[in-house]
């Protein structure tokens, strides 16, 4: 990223950065924020439920996992640019299988 730390905030609303970083704290401030400007974007349900997994606030990830698959399965970008659907991202934060085998 090019730029100060105004830039950067902006260049990623959804916390990216700061969860690269291991700053959960930064990223949740930050995340509380968009989620306030866009309550139903995926983007912001999925991040903000990781940083809650992974302070412990197993119920609150939950609820947000399930949002997201309450809502229309959408084509995400991932930190390294890779494309994943947003009902994979959650189904793989709540620890359930994406992977179906059939006969």
Known sequence: MIGGAAHAQDANPYGYDQIAAKNLKAAETR?????????DEPSVLINLAYVYKKTNRVAEARDLYNAVLAQPDVLMALGSGKPAWSHALAMKGLGRS???AGR
């Open 31 to 39: 995340l509380i924020a968009q989620r306030a400007a866009e309550p």
């Open 98 to 100: 994406t992977d179906f």
